[in-house]
């Protein structure tokens, strides 16, 4: 990881720490003299963010170190697993918020929360909204799964505070209009918030265990890459082409085909220039494997070394 794109990642998980701990502040303080459940739990979201960003933050400093002797091709999944963290805790917190949600409703009396709560979510949802667009358009640009998943856990609360929102006015009309039937949809969104939490959840936590997993590229994705080895003076032929996801960076295995009649020398000199070609080409590209077969054709072959048809 660059310097330029650590500091770029920090500063986004600074932003979630500090625009996380003001909403579940002001949240948490108005839903409770609002007495709103389901702004109370948009709250406790909030402050699991929190975590979250921590969280991402530690994977992104461990990312950033260099390839040791235990781990030589480098620590890029620490983000992925920092990603993983962030899933477990927002399931977590999506059970608490149902859990309390559904013993909330099962209360003797339930007071109609106040308006003010109104504005609370609403503040909510431009802030994190705006969170959730800045966060996840770095983490595509710098390829960063961690801050992707610490977007998509903006753009959860963005949900569930539109569905606070959407139960605090029904329960605020429910009392100013006495329809005590109206006021249960204050907990009932907070129900409906759990499950969207820990709907997001499942999806970031599958999309990090499936990328820690020594995920390849899909051919699609992998073309690119494959057809600048191609591209190159001396390679007759691709044998094997893997492109591994490793975090932020992508570890390429590649065996090519070359003339047998060369010497084992120019084949490691074609070799050395295919891992040279691939790594100033591709920035994302952190370490390029070669190995060297002789290609065989039952017909003829091209000889890029010195230009000679061979049969």
């Known amino acids: 990881m660059t310097d330029v794109r650590f500091k770029k990642a920090q500063f986004a998980a600074w932003v979630g720490i500090v625009g996380n701990i003001f909403l579940a502040i002001v949240k948490g303080i108005i839903g409770w003299i609002g007495n709103s459940k389901a702004l109370v739990a948009d709250a406790v979201h909030s402050a699991s963010d929190v975590v979250g960003s921590f969280a991402v933050l530690i994977g992104l400093r461990v990312a950033q170190a260099p390839p040791d002797k235990d ?5 890029g999944k620490a983000e992925n697993i920092s990603a993983i963290i962030v899933a477990v805790i927002l399931f977590l917190v999506g059970a608490e ?3 309390s949600s559904i013993k909330s409703l099962s209360a003797a009396e339930l007071a109609a929360p106040s308006s003010i709560a109104l504005y609370a979510a609403f503040l ?3 802030i994190k909204e705006g969170m959730f667009q800045y966060k996840y358009r770095l983490g ?8 992707i ?3 998509w856990e903006h753009r959860s609360d963005v949900y569930s505070s539109i569905a606070a929102l959407i139960g605090i006015l ?4 429910g009392g100013e209009l006495n329809i005590p039937w109206l006021i249960y949809f204050d907990p009932l969104a907070g129900a409906v918030v759990s499950l969207m939490i820990m709907r997001m959840a499942y999806k970031i936590g599958y999309e990090s265990v499936h990328n820690t997993l020594d995920h390849v590229l899909h051919e699609n994705d992998a073309k690119k890459y494959r057809e600048t080895a191609e591209q190159i003076n001396g390679v007759l032929h691709i044998d094997d082409f893997f492109a591994r996801e490793h975090g932020h960076y992508l570890i390429i295995d590649i065996k090519i085909g070359v003339n047998p009649q060369i010497t084992v020398e120019k084949g490691h000199e074609i070799a050395d220039e295919v891992k040279k070609t691939m790594m100033s080409k591709f920035s994302d590209v952190r370490d390029v494997f070669v190995h060297v077969n002789p290609y065989q054709d039952n017909y003829k072959y091209h000889d890029t070394t010195n230009g000679s048809l061979l049969q």
């Open 124 to 126: 909510s949802i431009v």
């Open 170 to 173: 029904a329960a605020v009309l």
């Open 71 to 75: 781990h030589p091709y480098g620590h």
């Open 149 to 151: 998943a610490n977007a």
């Open 140 to 147: 595509k640009r710098i390829k960063s799964q961690a801050i």
């Open 97 to 99: 918020v149902g859990f």
